[in-house]
């Protein structure tokens, strides 16, 4: 038995993938790897597929450093800028992504953290959303503490997300006035006010391969079930304006080394899906089993409907 073969199985068996092997998987022969990474997507998962929205909630302005992020104050790159959006705003779009068969709806806000007011103000929006539909609200909304993610889920929020972005070991090169400790805090914040939580990061960014896999064993031991894994779509006016777009045959890698170390999560395509020249439809035979649909925070998305249409070819069931 060769060594994708053995380290297939293993997983299947229920076993974890080492660092060590992750590595030796990510050089492994591309359309091999990608086919066990199917085979262990339909064993743990079946041919469930997670498909999510966000709405950029609150925007621009932010204070933090991010060098990726079109919102932050450190960058110069004319991202809208407007406070939080009514309830009655959030409301309706959440309508809106509920009619085209949308099944999760993200709520988003650029900024550290909100403020008790903003919190509250979400809260309130949250509860009419859950009383005019029956989609599922998430939140990202920073670095809150346990109090305040238990407002939100006592609101209705199902689910909160915090990208990690990168390893720890990489991160003050991306970030430098928050930490990936403070990451990881708020994740278990969340965890523990009884949210399931949304995390991942951003490929492309200047990270080595041990990057990628440190993050992704990171989030394994965070519990973490849902995995964004966004495409950097290097945006003029930030610091990593001139990062080459990473092409279609890595983000497979990507996808398909995720699905080894997190066999049972729902590894989602997010920013940056609609620079794949096949909007992610290969990733979602490598591994892949979600994604963002329609636009994301401040760049242009993908259709409901055309990711409704290459799921159903795909012979995927959208559902939770």
């Known amino acids: 038995m060769n060594k994708l073969d053995a380290l297939t199985r293993q997983v299947m068996e229920g076993g974890a993938v080492s660092s060590q092997e992750a590595l030796e998987l990510y050089h492994q022969p591309l359309e091999e790897l990608c086919q066990r990474a199917d085979a262990i997507r339909r064993h743990f998962c079946g041919n469930r597929f997670d498909l999510c929205a966000i ?5 621009g302005r932010c204070s933090e450093d991010c060098r990726f992020c079109a919102q932050s104050a450190c960058n110069h790159t004319g991202a809208a800028e407007y406070p939080l959006l009514s309830p009655q705003k959030l409301t309706e779009q959440a309508k809106k992504q509920e009619a085209q068969g949308v099944l999760r709806y993200s709520i988003v806000t650029s900024g550290r953290r909100l403020s008790e007011a903003e919190v509250d103000a979400l809260c309130q929006a949250i509860r009419q959303i859950k ?3 029956g989609i599922y ?3 990202s909304v920073g670095l809150l503490d346990i109090s305040q993610f238990r407002k939100l889920k006592e609101a209705g929020a199902e689910r909160a997300h915090n990208n990690l972005e990168t390893s720890r070991r990489n991160f003050p090169n991306i970030c430098t006035t928050h930490t990936f400790d403070e990451k990881a805090e708020a ?7 009884g949210l399931s939580v949304c995390s991942g990061g951003i490929m492309g960014l200047g990270e080595t391969v041990e990057d990628r896999i440190d993050m992704a ?7 973490v079930k849902s995995v964004p894994l966004n495409m950097l779509n290097p945006i003029p006016g930030t610091p990593l304006a001139q990062n080459e777009k990473l092409q279609e045959a890595e983000m497979r890698r990507i996808a398909a080394v ?3 170390i997190l066999p049972d ?4 395509l997010a920013g940056g899906r609609g620079l794949l020249p096949d909007k992610g439809k290969s990733c979602f035979q ?6 963002i649909t329609g636009d994301m925070l401040t760049t242009a998305g993908i259709t409901v409907q055309t990711d409704r249409t290459m799921l159903q070819e795909l012979g995927y069931e959208v559902r939770l």
């Open 131 to 133: 009383r005019e539909t």
């Open 258 to 260: 995720y699905r080894f």
């Open 187 to 193: 994740i278990r914040a969340a965890q523990e006010a």
């Open 55 to 59: 709405v950029n909630g609150k925007s």
């Open 137 to 139: 609200v998430c939140v």
């Open 265 to 268: 999560a729902s590894i989602r």
């Open 217 to 223: 064993q990171s989030l394994r031991e965070l519990g």
């Open 286 to 291: 490598s591994g892949a089993n979600a994604a």
